[in-house]
């Protein structure tokens, strides 16, 4: 709420609903005009808006959504769109029969220094992406209200919770759907020793085949709050496309002279609330809502496939088969 209103024309809020009444407080102390609710049910029969945003913990999204749909808003669904393929599914098809925008906060598509490797990958710059690679250390998942993060069913787990970035980026850059997964992780900390809530793994490392014959690998760690967000990408003509966020760096093959190009970019870049907003805005001042909206919520469902599949995989010790050409799999 804060990102937005700090956005000169980013649009106004006219209500919230949230059932907790600290966060409505809070809510009513940055949006003073704003009318409160408790029910999002009675928020919506009882505003006229032009734009529903989707905050509510991941288990509620399809159903907001579904609503919001319904009443003819364009809606801003945060990611993970749902924790669910089910619910992926549902809101995928509630998107492809309306004429409302819909996008999903998969945010790092839009942080400058990711949106600068995807202009790179897309002019050529290291051929065909065949490896990919991504590491995120981190402090665990701050404390949500009655805890519902920690509870699987509802957050969908730390990897969908989490994740859903980081497969999202695979998929955009290699520009194909994943295959196979295969992970391993678990839980290193108890929460008292600084990991996640209640059983969320707090460490995994995932590997993915994509049907155009790419690979890539994530590692993920919550309990290392010395931030580290780092991606590479090595395509077939031996270049390597690097970035730790603070730099971006495009490396020729050649090992002897080690030369590269590179470009700067700050931390304060990095965060994607703002630039999402933006990029939402600019989705509902472009005019073509229906064929784009539907992309979009099919790339969530993607990222969303890739994670529940990389969880699965945790769980069985064994690597997990998904059919990339299967857009409705019977799978949770």
């Not at 907790?20 to 009882?46: C, I, T, V, Y």
């Not at 002897?256 to 994607?272: I, P």
């Not at 969530?300 to 994670?307: E, F, L, T």
């Amino acid at each position: 709420m804060s990102s937005i209103q700090q956005i000169e024309g980013g649009g106004e809020f006219v209500a919230y609903a949230d059932p907790h009444g600290p966060s409505r407080n809070k809510a009513a102390a940055q949006a003073p005009q704003a009318s409160a609710f408790e029910d999002w049910r009675r928020m919506l029969s009882a505003v006229e808006a032009d734009v529903l945003l989707v905050t509510a913990p991941q288990y509620l999204h399809c159903e907001i959504t579904l609503a919001g749909l319904e009443a003819g808003l364009d809606i801003y669904c945060e990611k993970p769109m749902a924790a669910t393929l089910a619910d992926c599914d549902a809101i995928v098809s509630a998107v492809s029969d309306s004429n409302s925008l819909f996008y999903v906060g998969l945010q790092l598509r839009t942080v400058p220094v990711f949106r600068h490797a995807k202009q790179l990958v897309d002019s050529g710059a290291v051929g065909t992406p065949r490896m990919l690679f991504c590491r995120e250390l981190r402090a665990p998942f701050i404390p949500k209200v009655d805890n519902w993060i920690a509870d699987e069913s509802k957050s969908g787990g730390a990897l969908v919770e989490k994740n859903v970035h980081h497969f999202d980026l695979f998929n955009w850059y290699c520009g194909g759907r994943a295959s196979r997964v295969q992970a391993i992780g678990g839980k290193a900390l108890t929460p008292e020793q600084g990991s996640n809530p209640g059983d969320l793994i707090d460490h995994a490392f995932v590997l993915i085949d994509y049907d155009n014959g790419a690979r890539a690998c994530l590692e993920m760690c919550f309990f290392c709050p010395p931030f580290a967000h780092e991606l590479e990408i090595i395509g077939d003509n031996g270049r390597r496309l690097v970035t730790d966020l603070e730099q971006l760096k495009l490396w020729d093959p050649e090992h002897e002279t080690r030369r590269h190009d590179v470009w700067h970019y700050s931390l304060a870049q990095a965060h994607g609330d703002r630039t999402g907003w933006l990029d939402f805005l600019d989705c509902r001042t472009s005019g073509s809502h229906a064929g784009a909206s539907t992309g979009r919520a099919e790339t969530g469902r993607d990222s969303v496939r890739v994670a529940l599949a990389a969880q699965q995989s945790i769980k069985t010790g064994a690597a997990v088969s998904v059919d990339p050409h299967d857009e409705h799999e019977n799978a949770t």
